[in-house]
């Protein structure tokens, strides 16, 4: 009998075994829930960044999944001490996912070669995400037969999966954003390392695994802490201005700079206008098309939401109506509301005869039965397939019915001089979709030689009526806009559809090469 351990200590040792088999199970969940929200969190930024997010998720992924499979494969030659090592690579992997958006969002301005930085943090992280799920099973399995292992590592697994492909786009990213979404889960990363190294047997030695994961721990949080001013000092670095406001919706990155009289807007990285010369763009988006038509009394903005195209739509004593059609309402509401930005856009977007509709302006078209006198088509470049669908035939054959007889529609499409090859397409893809075309081009500084395509039922002919205090377009220089040099000549060029986004490719080509 005195031979006999204490009951109490087996049941104490029992109730470890249990809870660390729990944890376990519960690791592949945070595995997979962390992995997948890394491997997001790299396509969306290496998309802000880069652009064309197709070939950006698609090459991430494949990235990640490939060296997901070396770490599986690599697992094989590890014989001994598996929850040592997984508690190492969960560390590891914390440090790495954790601070991987704040570390890219930081180094994009700093580095001529971003790509390799990228993709290099994509495959080590997948090689240690790939090398997490073989090493669990193998710990699981003296304590369940192999087939419920396999079966409870990958249940867990996909629920997690599914779990992080939710929370990324519905809850995360509008809420905490792309630094602190990546922080939040490399603490819980390390905080499944804690757990493990407090369930461990004591007699194990695991010192400096506890110590490595308190210090990531502890960078982590205060990380999240200062996720702002992370943001704001790639942002300082990025653009070289002060930067005034910053905010992500959960369509985009917004932020506005001032560099003495002059206020700037980058939408995801790309500059939108600046407050020097913006006139002259608006000048030459809106008048060549308000000034052909005999009364312009209706009229629908499709993006456009600073309110700027407006503004010179309103000049125009006829107008009795504007339907403004943004997606964002974060970008109509910021236009809207701050006095400094009102005061650029003349309050326009709060103007009695102004409807602002926060909606996806292909599904608007689609669903829409109104009929407008002039429709301005100001949307971003098409950097990637989510705007390119708004320059596709389809698009534009949704836009004909909307146009009301003697109307007229006028789209900006890139520059001629950057992107030859774009813009044509653009006209080429209106004519395709039933318009009749009037090419265009003007001078804009922060730009550069910048071109819109007039479209109507009819010829848009080369007259138009001009107000007479503009302060850029004149009739002389709206006649010389009609006038495309050889290095700006029409050429051959597909059409833009939905099913190959020609334009997609052929704008990233062109700028690819422009910026070297």
């Known amino acids: 009998m005195a031979d006999t351990p204490p009951a109490p200590q087996v049941g104490l040792a029992e109730r470890r075994r249990t809870a660390l088999v729990g944890l376990l199970l519960a690791s592949v969940f945070a595995v997979a829930t962390c992995g997948l929200i890394y491997e997001l969190l790299a396509g969306t930024i290496a998309s802000y960044l880069l652009g064309d997010s197709v070939t950006q998720f698609s090459t991430i992924i494949g990235t990640y999944l490939f060296a997901m499979g070396v770490g599986s494969w690599c697992s094989r030659y590890v014989k001994r001490n598996e929850l040592r090592l997984f508690i190492r690579v969960e560390i590891l992997v914390a440090l790495l996912g954790g601070w991987s958006a704040a570390g890219l969002f930081l180094l994009f301005p700093l580095v001529e070669q971003f790509r390799p930085i990228l993709y290099g943090l994509v495959f080590v992280i997948g090689f240690l995400v790939g090398l997490e799920i073989p090493l669990l099973m193998r710990i699981l399995r003296d304590r369940f037969d192999f087939s419920e292992t396999v079966s409870n590592v990958l249940t867990f697994d996909y629920v997690g999966a599914l779990a992080a492909s939710l929370l990324f786009p519905l809850l995360l990213v509008p809420h905490l954003g792309l630094i602190r979404t990546g922080l939040m889960f490399g603490l819980l990363n390390v905080g499944v ?111 456009g939401g600073d309110g700027l195209a407006a503004r010179e739509v309103f000049r125009h004593r006829e107008v009795r109506s504007v339907t403004l059609v943004d997606l964002d309402p974060a970008m109509t509401g910021l236009f809207s509301r701050t006095s400094l930005l009102r005061a650029l856009n003349g309050g326009a977007l709060t103007d009695r005869r102004m409807h602002v509709v926060n909606a996806d302006a292909f599904r608007w078209v689609r669903e829409t039965k109104a009929r407008f006198d002039v429709i301005i088509v100001d949307f971003p470049d098409p950097v990637d397939f989510s705007v390119g669908k708004l320059y596709t035939e389809t698009f534009y054959r949704m836009l004909r019915p909307r146009l009301a007889p003697g109307g007229m529609a006028v789209i900006q499409s890139t520059s001629p001089l950057i992107a030859p090859a774009a813009f044509w397409t653009v006209a080429q893809t209106l004519e395709s979709a039933g318009f009749q075309t009037r090419p265009y081009h003007v001078y804009v500084p922060s730009f550069g ?13 080369v007259a138009t009526r001009l107000l007479p205090d503009n302060r850029f377009l004149s009739d002389a220089t709206a006649r010389q806009a009609l006038i495309f040099p050889p290095d700006m000549a029409r050429r051959p060029v597909p059409v833009n559809r939905l099913d190959n986004q020609a334009l997609v490719r052929s704008f990233a080509e062109e700028w690819a090469r422009y910026e070297g």
């Open 449 to 461: 030689e910048w071109g819109f395509i007039l479209a109507g039922l009819s010829d848009p002919g």
């Open 193 to 303: 390392a804690l757990l493990l190294l407090l369930l461990v047997p004591a007699r194990a030695s695991l010192m400096r695994e506890r110590i490595l994961a308190l210090v990531v721990a502890a960078s982590l949080i205060a990380g999240f802490l200062l996720a702002d001013r992370i943001q704001r000092w790639s942002e300082i670095a990025a653009y070289g201005e002060r930067v005034i406001y910053a905010t992500s919706s959960p369509y985009q990155r917004l932020v506005l700079t001032r560099h003495d009289d002059d206020i700037r807007l980058y939408l995801n990285g790309n500059l939108q206008f600046s407050s020097r010369d913006e006139y002259r763009y608006h000048d030459a988006l809106v008048h060549p098309a308000m000034g052909r038509v005999a009364r312009p009394a209706h009229v629908l903005i499709l993006g």
